[in-house]
């Protein structure tokens, strides 16, 4: 067929082939000017000519391609064949580049409103999120996040993006054809012992802080030593504290604190030890024999203003005047304060009862009972029978029954035996099980020579002295 083109014809042809091979020769030239890439200019342009120049060679070109001959035609006729469609001959000539971008999360931001205001079609916006369907993890970015993305320069497609959730870990979502593949990574900070001691003169926390211990890790030590010291009243001038604990760094630089290791407290001459151990139950912190630090109850099951009426056995009653022991202790706080089960239990008793009012009693097992009354109401699900955890709200503050104001009446019984709570020795919780206690003992020796081994000389004097 081409042999019946006309002459006229075959000229053109030539002399469109000869331009393309120009354009195809000139351009990637023009990748090593100045900038170093194309400008989008330059490919509109690239795109314009080819166009102009298909369009005239459609013409010219007979609708059904039959096989060529072989012969002294076939090289012309090749470039002919071979002539690419613009978008293939854009991509030839001028190799995609890409541009990456870093966008800080600012509050009230999206996915959509950043990936739109940088150019990004809806129809890639939709595609990410579907890779994140769900994770939802791009629905829930934070400002002070960054997202990393990478578009293709030429065609403007998203290729890559990345949402950096904080210094150890990141999502990123990569190009494949249509979709895009959704990958997790994180990274693992370096882990150093640091070791810190600390005399108390004023507080826990003054003193605490000023010989560097932060703040969160002194709530942690609070929370350790608490079931054995009362932070407010047991604090003695020249009492002191180490902790062992762990640091973590990034590239270098401290990013934040892990876990207390093991820590040391003397108290009004006496010492306290506490190592952190991990079991089937979780982690913990045990003394040095493997007993929890925790103990089965908490000493307090409110937060109160103040004592208002002390356990006494032979106090005189406030309202009737005869001698009636008061066989609990009385906290003083406004009504409605909750009030939280002292151990883990069963409701045996939740409803009125004369003196009482609203009163609630839990079995704890082994003979160990707890009771409090004058209660305003019941948090839900206190009900005879319902299983109670420690420190769970089970009801709250009032003045029901005979009362004189807003106060909750404590009562803790062993066997039968009121004791007084704010002094009765409270057992230790659930003991490690034994096959922890293996792997616990000589793992706790090995610290606990550690801490002696870090100790200043001031330090171990005082310890060495209450040894005596
Ligand atoms: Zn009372």
Known sequence: MIKLLPTKHLLLIAAISALLALVLI???????????????????????????????????????????????EQQLSDTNYEIPAPQALVKKVSPPTFKTQAVEVKSGDSLSKILSKAGISA???YKVSQADKKQKTLLQMRPGQEINFTTNE??????????????????????????????????????????????????LFVDGLKAG?????????????????????????????????????LDGEKIGNGNIIAAQFINNGRTYQAIRFQTEKGAS???????????????????????????????????FKTSRPHRGVDYAAASG???????????????????????????????????????????????????VKQGQFIAYVGQTGWATGPHLHYEFRINGTH????????????PMPKKDLQKYLPYAKQVVATLANSHSPTFAQKLASLKD
């Open 26 to 72: 000139v351009l990637p030239e023009e990748e090593t000017n100045d900038s170093g890439q194309i400008s989008f200019e330059a490919n509109f342009e690239v795109i314009d000519q080819s166009q102009l120049m298909l369009h005239d060679l459609q013409k010219l070109t007979p609708k059904n391609n039959i096989p060529f001959s072989n012969n002294s």
């Open 123 to 125: 129809q890639d916006i």
């Open 154 to 203: 030429v065609s403007g497609e998203l290729t890559h993006l990345t949402l950096v959730l904080n210094r150890l870990d990141s999502v990123t979502f990569e190009r494949n054809d249509d979709k895009f593949s959704r990958s997790e990574a994180s990274r693992t900070p370096e882990v150093n012992q640091t070791y810190k001691e600390a005399e108390i003169n004023s507080s």
């Open 213 to 249: 211990i932060d703040q969160p890790l002194l709530i942690e030590l609070a929370n350790i030593f608490g079931w054995d010291i009362d932070f407010a009243l047991d604090i003695r001038k020249g009492d002191s504290l180490s902790v062992l604990y762990e640091e973590k760094f």
């Open 285 to 319: 912190y045990y003394t040095p024999d493997g007993l929890a630090m925790r103990k089965a109850f908490i000493r307090t099951p409110v937060d109160f203003t103040r004592i208002s009426s002390k356990f006494n056995p032979n106090r005189l009653h406030p309202i």
């Open 337 to 387: 304060t909750p009030v939280k089960a002292a151990g883990d239990g069963k409701v045996s008793f939740a409803g009125k009862q004369n003196g009482y009012g609203n009163v609630v009693i839990i079995d704890h097992g082994k003979g160990y009972q707890t009771l409090y009354a004058h209660l305003k109401g019941f948090a839900r699900g206190t009900k005879r029978g319902a299983r």
């Open 419 to 430: 004791k007084n709570p704010v002094t009765v020795k409270l057992p230790n919780d659930d």
